[in-house]
């Protein structure tokens, strides 16, 4: 068995429980792990071109050290590989790779592969127990854990999917070492998300530690650990999201709809729209008289200091339009019946679900926003 | 509410519990049922060609008339239904008509359309509420109950799906009316089956009322409710089919590989090569000394005078090959690690689960079938 990780999240979740583990090694130490966790089991790695390259040869070698057997299927990086026909690549991919009901998924790379990846392990065989091995900074925070999978569909993002809960995640630190910077810094905007939604001391924490996180300090490792913890004490609560964990959807209505406006282009990335989209909840809720202003002033400092974009108007390209905006709201698939759901704020760590906004109310703010 | 049906199966899965309702007019009622059952939402139907034309005006009548808002997609009928592009249609067209999470999906139609919708359901907006209305014989004994739900890959049958159950059953008895005899004949290998598996009194009392039950006598709501009885066994033993559940697949195995060996074609309906399968899974056993051989004589006996098929000559075309055969039993899902897994009997209502069968020997006994 290789060396304790530095952090451990356990996710008990009842008859599925399972640990992200964090720290450097991790991928070193994968193939001795998986040998012991998961015995005569067999291995299918999904990945993207971008991970392939910089990440892939350490999990391969470790695997092959520790003579598991693996396959591997590959996708394009990027947004648009969560779609019907990639879905139908992979699963056919899987079982041409004659990978049985016991045998193992592992999805290496960002939230793009974790979702595409995790919902093939979901539907091939009805069912296949599948790892998380997030490459991205924000695959490490949050979309590795807590079972979400899925793809996009044209009506939509995420609008196709299954809940399906990894068996293990195993967030390497050393991955992140070939991460874009302007990825670290969208992955950090989920980071901060946490101490904004219901937890002013974390924040305070990143307000305090931030730099040394960027620099790869002891504190990023804690950074994400705390981060994991976080999510999954939302997903303890509310698995199936049909209350609280739509908290973890601030900033990400005003989000997608920034990204959809943008068509998932490197215009903007996810873990970007989030943050504009953190602060414009911030902003709404300060204009509804819901929020102290100060409040947003210190939001916006911290995700500038982190290199993120805080404003719309800080999006490169063609002037967005708050028509457009509010139609893509509209699709957003949290719209019950005619009413929007948001998610506002009375301060930092007071984030609150609030399900009767009027669209016009948001039309009128989304107005003001776009002068700013 | 619509008056009580004449049978009601109850499935006490814990937290997702639902009836299975068996009795004519079931169709009619199904507008006030589902109001009051599901007040407020909509109801998004898939159905195949032929149902719509036989029995889907009945549905939409009594929706309409209970004033419940509905939209449907239609899938031409047929196996080749089950795939990864009709998937992708019928998810897109459920939100393209805005159904949301709360809404209904309603599978009208055989075990084509219960499997197809019921996995669309299972996926889209990860996971909606779904209502199985078979109108088949095979789809009211059997696919309806359960929960498995899935497509058809390239490497087999069923090998991409979901366990999705279903939040009502709607057996409407009248719909049979419009099914070809062909078809009947061929679910009702699925219900003999029951008898064989573990319930020589039920496949007793089926000899003694065959004539009945084909004709549409009252025995025929009795053999239904009785079938859907004994499924629901197995479901609440064994949800995930991890063990006993396995074995409603006798005759399966030989089934599939007749199936992959005639294409899925006009050739040979599923329950025909159930029935089929059903006689080799005897003989087989007869032939290993498992079970006597009597037994097996009662078995052709019974299924002939069905209409059905009972042996691999049966089958119309070209003469099967006994390596093609074993290359597609191989390739089947229930194949762990080399060896093969069948249904042997030690005679009727004696099934039982044999994980380490001999290619070998499957092979020589197919040789031996095929100069039956
Ligand atoms: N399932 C959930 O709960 C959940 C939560 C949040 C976000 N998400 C989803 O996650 C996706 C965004 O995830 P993401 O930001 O990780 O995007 P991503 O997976 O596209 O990764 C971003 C880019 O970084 C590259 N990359 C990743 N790791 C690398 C590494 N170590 N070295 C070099 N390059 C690397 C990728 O190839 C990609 O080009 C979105 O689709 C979003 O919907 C899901
Ligand atoms: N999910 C499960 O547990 C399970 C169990 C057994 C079988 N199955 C699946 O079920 C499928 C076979 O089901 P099936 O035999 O019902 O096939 P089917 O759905 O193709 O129906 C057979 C034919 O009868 C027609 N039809 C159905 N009802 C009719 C009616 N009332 N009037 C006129 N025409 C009607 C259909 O259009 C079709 O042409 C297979 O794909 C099999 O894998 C699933």
């Known amino acids: 068995m290789p060396s304790a990780a530095l952090h451990t999240v356990h996710v008990p979740l009842e008859g599925r429980a399972y640990d992200i583990l964090i720290g450097p090694g991790l991928l070193e130490g994968a193939g001795e792990r998986l040998k012991a966790q998961f015995p005569g089991r067999r291995?299918?790695?999904?990945?993207?071109?971008?991970?392939?390259?910089?990440?892939?040869?350490?999990?391969?070698?470790?695997?092959?050290?520790?003579?598991?057997?693996?396959?591997?299927?590959?996708?394009?990086?990027?947004?648009?590989?969560?779609?019907?026909?990639r879905l139908n690549e992979v699963v056919e991919a899987i079982l041409a790779a004659r990978l049985e009901r016991g045998d193992i998924i592992i999805a290496l790379g960002g939230g793009v592969v974790g979702d595409l990846a995790g919902f093939a392990a979901a539907v091939a065989r009805r069912g296949m127990d599948f790892v998380q091995v997030p490459t991205s900074l924000l695959a490490q925070v949050d979309s590795s854990v807590g079972g979400k999978t899925g793809i996009n569909s044209p009506h939509g993002k995420n609008l196709i999917g299954a809940f399906h809960q990894p068996r293990l995640v195993l967030a390497d630190l050393d991955a992140l070492a070939t991460l874009p910077p302007r990825e670290f810094a969208a992955g950090y905007a989920e980071v901060a998300k946490y101490g904004l939604i219901d937890d002013e001391a974390y924040f305070f924490w990143l307000e305090e530690n931030q730099r040394e996180i960027f620099e790869g300090g002891p504190a990023r490792a804690e950074a994400i650990a705390r981060a994991c913890a976080a999510k999954t004490r939302f997903v303890l609560a509310d698995e199936k999201e049909t209350g609280v964990r739509a908290l973890l959807?601030?900033?990400?209505?005003?989000?997608?709809?920034?990204?959809?406006?943008?068509?998932?282009?490197?215009?903007?990335?996810?873990?970007?729209?989030?943050?504009?989209?953190?602060v414009l909840a911030h902003q709404f809720s300060a204009s509804k008289g819901l929020a102290p202003s100060q409040d947003t002033g210190r939001v916006i400092q911290h995700l500038?200091?982190?290199?993120?974009?805080?404003?719309?108007?800080?999006?490169?390209?063609?002037?967005?339009?708050?028509?457009?905006?509010?139609?893509?709201?509209?699709?957003?698939?949290?719209?019950?019946?005619?009413?929007?759901t948001f998610i506002l704020t009375r301060g930092i760590g007071k984030a609150f679900i609030e399900k009767n906004v009027a669209p016009d109310e948001v039309r009128a703010f989304l107005g003001e926003a776009l002068k700013a």
């Open 249 to 278: 959807n601030l900033g990400h209505t005003f989000g997608h709809a920034l990204e959809t406006a943008t068509g998932y282009s490197s215009r903007l990335l996810h873990g970007e729209g989030v943050a504009i989209g953190m």
């Open 43 to 85: 291995f299918g790695i999904v990945t993207d071109t971008e991970v392939a390259r910089a990440q892939l040869p350490r999990l391969t070698a470790s695997l092959d050290a520790a003579g598991l057997n693996h396959a591997t299927v590959t996708v394009p990086n990027g947004e648009a590989s969560k779609s019907f026909s």
């Open 304 to 340: 500038k200091a982190a290199g993120l974009p805080t404003r719309i108007a800080d999006i490169a390209g063609d002037k967005l339009d708050a028509d457009e905006l509010l139609r893509n709201i509209a699709q957003d698939k949290k719209v019950v019946r005619g009413a929007l």
